[in-house]
């Protein structure tokens, strides 16, 4: 395949943001830190797709006093080039997405100016690795900055309404102040992945969860069990299947193998866009229906794994006890006994604020739907119930007033924000909405924070548009 310059479209892109620039005042007043330190109007901890598309659409309203940082190395951000074990993206080619709505920046023209417009059309999905690839030109190309290797490791309140993040990098620790936080940490960001605790009981060597590396040659010859119904569950058996591996079982939970893509029939403007004004009532009722589903296994990621003729998927077939016995471990389920070598557990993830170091202090102080929504009987959802709670601009609450008032500088921007905003962080198919909206949350509350100062600026505004001539001098 021909790889053809970006230059061209580059120039695009350019010549597209300064059409689209207006308007172009910076606006942001300037608000000093604990002994004159700088102090950033708006921190972003996670550079992956939602970081960069919050700080890309910040830029355009001119709020370019940003740190947007992440603790992965650059290229490495979000799971594209680590743990999304498929060659390609699952959602269509072309959801528009990080674009914010500019053609030039659209996965579409970048592949275009790429590799042609034959490729394109020839393209069935978009290869993972394109994917991230093109996150990181969009980055680039619209001059948002990025610190990576750098992680957040503690969040408390600081004097001046102020935030103080504790960021960790290969220099140390150091603090910055911030007004406001998002937390664009990806799915796990609000909680982490679940693994049975009979699993976590075994030797670590004989398990892997979603997100960890494996290496899969290791795995070639052994008997391999995955836990878990969704696309992630099948490329891990599948690349298990690939390495070589003796059998590989894929255990699901359900009775019946779900086949329903729930995030495809939400994925009109209508959902996307207003579901965050619904009443709780509905919030909870469609979202319980929707996350209650999860999502399908599409068709190439089933047909991956079904090639194989070592390979068989066991319904009804829950993880009740894992026991290392005689050198294999023993699997009980309501199915009888299975004995594998290793085991792979891809069964989602769960909000627990604890889980998180940056979250952990004040994760009892975190409003979470359970606190104010009693949904009818047969909509009880625990895990659910779990989810924070957020306000209309995406930022935590408080569960007992006065008790953690800078939580309302924190901004949802995981996977834990659907619950509150519908798809919204870690959703393609929704950035183009999610993302501006998440701005304009955050604009809306340093606007009205602010309020006073721009009253001030008002009244010492004194530039004059014209030059009386000498007769009007005095009028
Ligand atoms: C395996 C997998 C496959 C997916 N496939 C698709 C798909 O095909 N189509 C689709 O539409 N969606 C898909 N999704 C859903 C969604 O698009 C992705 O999860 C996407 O990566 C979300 O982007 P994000 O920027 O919100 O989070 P991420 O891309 O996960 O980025 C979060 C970033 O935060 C950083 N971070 C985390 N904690 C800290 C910290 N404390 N300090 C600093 N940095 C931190 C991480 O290093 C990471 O780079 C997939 C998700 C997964 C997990």
Request: include cysteine; hydrophobic fraction near 45%; charged fraction near 25%.
């Amino acid at each position: 395949m021909s790889v053809r310059p970006l230059a061209e479209l580059e120039a695009r892109v350019r010549r597209n943001l300064d059409l689209t620039s207006h308007p172009t005042l910076d606006w942001m007043p300037r608000t000093d830190g604990p002994d004159g330190a700088h102090v950033h109007d708006v921190a972003i901890a996670g550079a992956g797709q939602g970081g960069v598309a919050v700080a890309f659409q910040l830029m355009r309203e001119r709020v370019t006093n940003v740190l947007l940082f992440d603790k992965a190395p650059r290229g490495l951000e979000g799971p594209w080039s680590t743990y999304a074990r498929m060659p390609t993206l699952r959602s269509p080619k072309d959801y528009t997405g990080p674009d914010l709505g500019l053609p030039s920046l659209t996965y579409r023209a970048w592949h275009e100016a790429r590799f042609g417009d034959a490729d394109w059309s020839r393209l069935d999905l978009i290869p993972a690795h394109l994917w991230a690839e093109y996150l990181l030109w969009v980055r680039d190309v619209t001059g948002v900055v990025a610190e990576n290797e750098t992680e957040l490791v503690g969040i408390a309140p600081a004097p001046g309404d102020l935030l103080a993040l504790r960021l960790r990098s290969k220099q140390g620790e150091r603090t910055e102040f911030a007004r406001k936080l998002v937390l664009a940490t990806g799915q796990d960001g609000a909680g982490r992945w679940l693994v049975p605790d009979c699993v976590k009981a075994l030797p670590r060597e004989r398990w892997s969860a979603t997100d960890d590396a494996i290496a899969f040659e290791a795995l070639a010859g052994k008997d391999v069990a995955v836990l878990g119904a969704g696309a992630s569950a099948a490329d891990n058996a599948s690349m298990a299947l690939e390495a070589g591996a003796r059998t590989v079982n894929l255990f699901v939970r359900r009775t019946r193998m779900q086949r329903i893509q729930p995030y495809r029939w939400l994925t009109f403007s209508g959902f996307l866009r207003h579901y965050a004004d619904l009443d709780d009532a509905w919030r909870w009722r469609f979202m319980s229906h929707i996350l209650g589903l999860r999502e399908s296994i599409p068709q190439p990621t089933y047909d991956r794994m079904r090639a194989f003729a070592n390979f068989e998927i066991v319904t009804d077939g829950a993880w009740l006890d894992a026991k290392l016995e005689a050198g294999r471990v023993k699997l009980s389920t309501p199915r009888g006994v299975y004995r594998a070598d290793y085991l792979i557990s891809c069964i989602g993830m769960d909000v627990d604020f604890a889980a998180r170091p940056e979250l952990r202090p004040f994760a009892g102080a975190i409003q979470t739907w359970g606190d104010v929504y009693t949904p009818p009987k047969a909509e009880a959802n625990a895990r659910l119930a779990r989810y924070p709670y957020l306000d209309a601009n995406g930022a935590y609450r408080e569960k007992a007033p006065g008790t953690a008032p800078f939580l309302r500088h924190i901004y949802d921007f995981t996977f834990a924000a659907t619950m509150s905003q519908g798809a919204s962080g870690c959703s393609i198919n929704a950035m183009k909405i999610a993302a501006p909206r998440l701005a304009a949350g955050l604009t809306r509350a340093l606007f009205r924070a602010d309020i006073e100062r721009h009253w001030a600026s008002l009244q010492a505004f004194d530039t004059t548009v014209f030059e009386p001539a000498p007769i009007d001098r005095d009028k």
